[in-house]
């Protein structure tokens, strides 16, 4: 699976952002996909992921003000992200795995229930 965002760029504390992911090789359906990000001198965390019903879940610090979605027809992937804050500043990766709907999960804290496999090459969201 080959993965390529866009829709990074600054925006004000308080403002919004639409990230995309197009993925292409074989067996998108199939695939959990999520949003992971990675500030300057923090480990990476997961933000979002959504399996191949249409199932979401999202890390705490997000809940009520990202929503992650996917459009099988057009094998993509968003991230909508409203009340965007300066510690939301981060470069953002898509992912993939291949796997059941059990191990697609972002957990509360921000960890995945299950290592993704295939990345993107990050885009960059800056909030100030």
């Known amino acids: 699976v080959q993965l390529v965002e866009s829709g990074g760029g600054s925006v004000p504390n308080g403002g919004s952002l639409r990230l995309s992911c197009v993925a292409s090789?074989?067996?998108?359906?199939?695939?959990?996909m999520g949003w992971f990000r990675q500030a300057p001198g923090k480990e990476r965390e997961g933000v979002a992921a959504i399996d191949n019903a249409g199932r979401s879940s999202y890390a705490d610090f997000v809940t009520r003000r990202f929503t992650i979605s996917r459009d099988t027809a057009e094998n993509a992937l968003h991230l909508e992200m409203n009340m965007l804050k300066p510690e939301d500043t981060a470069k953002y990766y898509c992912?993939?795995?291949?796997?059941?709907?059990?191990?697609?999960?972002?957990?509360?804290?921000?960890?995945?229930?299950?290592?993704?496999?295939?990345w993107g090459q990050g885009t960059q969201v800056t909030v100030s």
């Open positions: 090789g074989s067996d998108y359906s199939s695939t959990c």
């Open positions: 992912a993939a795995r291949k796997g059941p709907a059990w191990s697609c999960g972002i957990q509360a804290q921000g960890a995945p229930v299950m290592e993704y496999d295939y």
